[in-house]
């Protein structure tokens, strides 16, 4: 406790600018701080301040002191508040945007839950597959599905996932199963088009990450119908396992081509400030977490 009321009290007279200063804020007499500072310095070995009877100046060691005390100081106090705020009820609003899919599936059925443990709190989400400006738009959390190499970005890791590719047992019996990301030339491939361009299928050979233009008779913008296409035996996908996950595990689909699956495209929660997160991002974050950490989740939601 000595330790850290020398601390406060270097600090208070190097902000201040005089031992009398800090003496007035603190409420003691101006010999108490003098001791502390003497106290202080014998403790480290180093002067950190100058001191005559008019002024005081740092010493090239007190300034670099200065700095690491303040950022102790500053972190302590976040820590503190932090945990202040982990003792409140979260309330007001939380505006939350995921991509339509997957949000349909994975964010809009736990938000009940999520509620009836924080009821000071309304929650609006928007689902779309754009990725929306976080400050711009007002909206405090965003579900990305993507592999974060944007180090402005802020996120959460909330699950691991990756893209595989799936046919129906009936395909696969009718036109046999692709052997390399080479043969997908010879397929009918379900391919996702935005916007007038269509999305390739990206791969991991020799090392390296592939992106194939696949080609097919079935094209459309919404990953739910080539989902539903791909089960009804019309060609391959190139999917999320949170999406077809369940029906890889009853047999509904197969995948292929296992061992050219790319790495990436896992689950993050996207937010814009890092220090002080509002208790009602922190909260729905850990939510989420803690929902998606259960293996049986992924294989009991459809």
């Not at 403790?43 to 950190?48: I, M, P, S, T, W």
Request: hydrophobic share 40%; glycine share 8%; with cysteine.
């Amino acid at each position: 406790m000595d330790q850290f009321k020398q601390i406060t009290t270097f600090v208070e007279v190097a902000n201040r600018g005089s031992l009398s200063a800090a003496a007035r804020a603190e409420g003691v007499a101006p010999a108490m701080i003098s001791r502390r500072l003497d106290a202080l310095e014998e403790r480290l070995g180093v002067k950190l301040i100058q001191r005559t009877t008019r002024k005081i100046a740092l010493t090239n060691e007190g300034t670099a002191f200065l700095d690491d005390c303040m950022r102790i100081l500053a972190d302590l106090e976040e820590a503190e508040s932090s945990v202040s705020e982990r003792s409140s009820n979260a309330s007001g609003i939380l505006t939350v945007s995921a991509p339509a899919g997957f949000g349909r599936q994975h964010v809009a059925p736990l938000i009940p839950s999520f509620l009836a443990e924080h009821s000071d709190l309304r929650l609006t989400l928007s689902l779309n597959d754009r990725v929306v400006d976080l400050i711009g738009e007002g909206v405090d959390v965003a579900i990305r599905i993507a592999s974060l190499t944007d180090s402005n970005l802020i996120g959460v890791k909330l699950a691991d996932n990756k893209r595989v590719v799936v046919a129906a047992p009936s395909y696969i019996k009718r036109y046999g199963a692709p052997k390399s990301i080479d043969e997908l030339s010879g397929h009918n491939c379900l391919a996702f088009s935005s916007d007038g361009s269509q999305r390739g299928w990206t791969f991991r050979q020799n090392g390296k990450n592939v992106t194939v233009k696949v080609e097919g008779n079935m094209v459309c913008n919404d990953g739910e119908v080539l989902h539903d296409w791909a089960i009804a035996g019309k060609g391959l996908a190139w999917r999320s396992m949170w999406e077809v996950g369940a029906e890889i595990e009853s047999g509904k689909l197969v995948t292929v081509l296992d061992e050219y699956t790319a790495p990436g495209n896992d689950i993050y929660a996207i937010f814009a400030q890092r220090r002080h997160l509002p208790l009602r991002i922190r909260s729905f974050i850990d939510f989420l977490r803690q929902a998606y950490s259960d293996p049986f989740y992924w294989k009991n939601v459809e």
